[in-house]
């Protein structure tokens, strides 16, 4: 006779912390590598890498790529590529030079600084660029030309369309409201900055808080409070952080004075104040929280991932792949317009060279951010935190002093390194992003 043996209720493993938080270990790894990448410049350059002043140089010189990379994230998540970026910024940003400084004034009959050639001339670039976009788009969606020609081709023609634009000429100085969205030329300021962190912050927890009850409701696994709780604190130390070492970067007392004369007033003895937010990297931040909703939330951004998934199925499932083509390449478009304002805006001129090899930068960020070449993969704030890692990485060589050359050489090899790392991680994890 067999004794009966008792079964005990199996306990449900412990998860660690981290499968807790449920934070994507890819996104990990790259925030780990850009910390150890800025406390290696950092020791390299004697702290002045970290100090504030770098940082608020650092972000304004990333938010070009950035622009772009967001857009080359549902480009490549298609499973094309577009080669033109930079070339297609040095149109737009012609076109915006040209309309402000020989067109708009004499047609409007006003001055060179007045806000509405500003507005008139970015709609004029905006709406260029996208049209460029769309035209390459059509190319490749409806007479099926490989987007790396179609591409490849516009590398060279918008290049050399910005050249006969302006007849290979700088084109300077720009209208005064346009340079705002340069960077040191237009912030928001200390109390605004710091409205715009508590307004962030708030945000970001109503919206951990909103998902929270919408999982709840369809009755959907959530995580435990105590691992909700350490994200949203650790959201509002970043957000906090970050504001604090923007602020931190004080303007220069004979500015300060120049704005007090401005207003009429004089400059109180021993008075500071902080840059703040610059407008460029406010419009990054509003694009990207558009962009991130726009890939998860609405149809056109399910068709995108669906279409680089698998492009058969989804054209048999009756999405149109052929407009759908046409309509991510025409954001690509905006977006290398929005990126050339930004960044003929920090220069306050167009310059012949602007944009070049902006190609590879916003390619190797899409692709170090996580943006899979195989395509139906990609996210938009890691495309971001790519144009970082990338920006921090010329930035930190040109610091230590590296020549231009071995920069690119490094740039290059990081590309390549990301790539494998990528094919390394798919295969561990069975494929799955």
């Keep these: 006779m ?26 990990l790894g790259m925030i780990g590598a850009f910390v150890v990448l ?13 100090t504030p002043r770098n940082i608020f140089n650092l972000t304004i010189q990333t938010v070009s790529v950035a622009i772009m990379a967001t857009g080359m994230v549902f480009i490549i998540v298609t499973r094309h590529i577009d080669l033109s970026v930079g070339s297609l910024l040095a149109t737009c940003s012609a076109v915006m030079a040209m309309a402000q400084t020989a067109i708009l004034p004499d047609l409007l009959g006003v001055g060179l600084d007045s806000p509405v050639v500003a507005a008139l001339a970015i709609v004029v670039g905006l709406v260029c660029g996208t049209a460029i976009g769309a035209f390459q788009g059509w190319l490749v969606g409806y007479l099926v030309i490989p987007a790396f020609i179609v591409t490849l081709g516009g590398l060279l023609v918008w290049r050399n369309v910005a050249w006969y634009l ?15 969205f340069g960077g040191i030329n237009g912030t928001l300021g200390e109390t605004l900055s710091w409205a715009f962190a508590l307004v962030a912050t708030v945000a970001a927890l109503w919206a951990l808080v909103a998902s ?26 970043a957000i906090f952080g970050f504001v604090a070492l923007l602020v931190a970067y004080e303007i220069p007392s004979g500015r300060l004075e120049r704005i007090f004369e401005a207003r009429g007033e004089v400059l109180p003895e021993g008075y500071s104040a902080g840059y703040g937010i610059p407008f460029s990297v406010l419009a990054l931040i509003v694009l990207a929280v558009v962009l991130t909703t726009v890939a998860r939330k609405t149809r056109f951004g399910r068709y995108v991932f669906a279409t680089g998934g698998n492009p058969d199925a989804a054209e ?7 407009m759908l083509t046409v309509k991510v390449f025409a954001l690509m478009g905006f977006l290398c317009a929005l990126s050339a304002v930004v960044a003929s805006a920090r220069l306050t001129n ?24 195989s395509g139906g993969v990609g996210t938009i704030y890691g495309a971001i935190l790519g144009a970082l890692i990338m920006q921090s990485l010329q930035s930190g060589m040109a610091m230590v002093g590296v020549d231009a ?24 994890t069975g494929g799955k992003a």
């Design 38 to 50: 800025c406390l290696a410049f950092n020791f390299f350059t004697d702290g002045r890498f970290l």
């Design 405 to 428: 050359p071995f920069q690119n050489i490094v740039v290059g090899m990081v590309l390549v390194v990301a790539v494998l790392v990528d094919i390394l991680y798919r295969k561990r």
């Design 166 to 180: 302006t007849s290979g000429q700088t084109i300077g100085p720009l209208n005064e409201t346009y340079l705002l």
């Design 350 to 373: 167009h310059t012949n060279d602007i944009g070049t090899l902006d190609e590879l930068r916003v390619i190797a960020a899409a692709v170090i951010g996580g943006t899979a070449l």
């Design 2 to 27: 067999k004794a009966a043996t008792a079964h005990a209720p199996a306990t449900p493993k412990k998860k660690s912390v981290l499968a807790a938080l449920e934070i994507d270990t890819r996104l």
């Design 316 to 322: 048999l499932s009756g999405i149109n792949t052929r």
């Design 212 to 237: 929270r009850r919408n999982k709840v409701a369809h009755e959907m696994p959530v995580k435990p409070m105590w691992a909700e709780s350490a994200i949203g604190v650790l959201i509002a130390v």
